[in-house]
């Protein structure tokens, strides 16, 4: 007996609406920033195939020529399932005859539409550090910087030991005779030698009568024992003398002499004597006084 005919196939139910996209996850840690590596070009996009559209599934036609393929998009999470599409009615059961051959497998059907770009996924975990590049080319030498300021002096440091003296060197070579000298000053005069044998000369002619000196008389000390009259201060004394000897009352003169001080000191030698001092019994000493 021949099989009875197949029922027709449903018709295919509407795809079921896009699911609710999930929560992002939380962005993981960042890993270390690898050496960035040149940047390619940008690729261009390919042309998204064109969807054919879904006809009424009836006997499985043949097999149309695939579209291109579009860029394919990060896998997005799975649609909730369409409503299943109502069965078709179930033809009458046949008389089973005998089992026929087995049909030759019909082709596959076109291709449905491509679905709706899925959300994009979290991000991947960061590749591998790439190779680091080659080294760039040395870039210009800067500019010199300002000079710095001058570092602090610094500590002496200690006097080394003294060297060794090193021998005496060999004899030099005598040197040329140097220039003459200069004429050396004249030398003082020396002592007059004695007076010759030789009769004397003739008197000289008077020489020129000079300024005259104020005289000053200054009136000393009285008394017994040594008295001085002082000519004072830039002055001094050429001479002096006495008054009130008598021998009736045996008042003798002593001495009479120039003195340094006021106490009677004599002045046997040099200039300018500020002192005349008497040393008598009883008597008044006077000075006879000139300015220096």
């Known amino acids: 007996r021949n099989p009875g005919l197949n029922g027709n196939t449903g018709l295919t139910g509407n795809t079921g609406d896009q699911g609710v996209a999930g929560n992002t996850g939380s962005q993981g840690v960042a890993g270390f920033t690898g050496a960035i590596g040149v940047q390619g070009n940008t690729g261009s996009q390919g042309v998204a195939g064109t969807p054919g559209s879904q006809g009424v599934q009836g006997n499985t036609g043949t097999q149309g020529v695939q579209g291109f393929t579009g860029a394919i998009g990060v896998q997005g999470p799975t649609g909730l399932a369409g409503v299943q599409g109502i069965p078709g009615n179930t033809g009458a059961i046949g008389v089973k005859g005998n089992t026929g051959t087995i049909g030759v497998q019909g082709t596959t059907g076109v291709q449905g539409p491509t679905g709706s770009q899925g959300l994009t996924g979290n991000t991947g975990a960061i590749g591998v550090q790439g190779v680091q590049g080659t080294t760039g080319t040395q870039g210009l030498t800067g500019n010199t910087g300002l000079t710095g300021n001058t570092g602090l002096i610094g500590v002496q440091g200690f006097t080394g030991l003294q060297g060794i003296t090193g021998n005496t060197g060999a004899l030099g070579v005598q040197g040329p005779t140097g220039s003459q000298g200069l004429t050396g000053n004249t030398g003082a005069i020396g002592v007059q030698g004695p007076t010759g044998p030789g009769p004397a000369g003739a008197t000289g002619a008077p020489g020129a009568t ?71 019994s009883g008597a008044t000493v006077y000075a006879l006084c000139v300015t220096n």
């Open 210 to 280: 000079g300024p005259g000196a104020t005289v000053t008389v200054v009136t000393g000390g009285s008394g017994s024992g040594i008295r001085t009259a002082d000519c004072g201060v830039g002055n001094h004394a050429v001479g002096g003398g006495v008054t009130g000897l008598s021998q009736s009352n045996n008042s003798g003169l002593i001495s009479s002499y120039p003195a340094s001080t006021a106490a009677g000191l004599l002045q046997a030698s040099g200039t300018n004597p500020r002192f005349w001092a008497i040393d008598s």
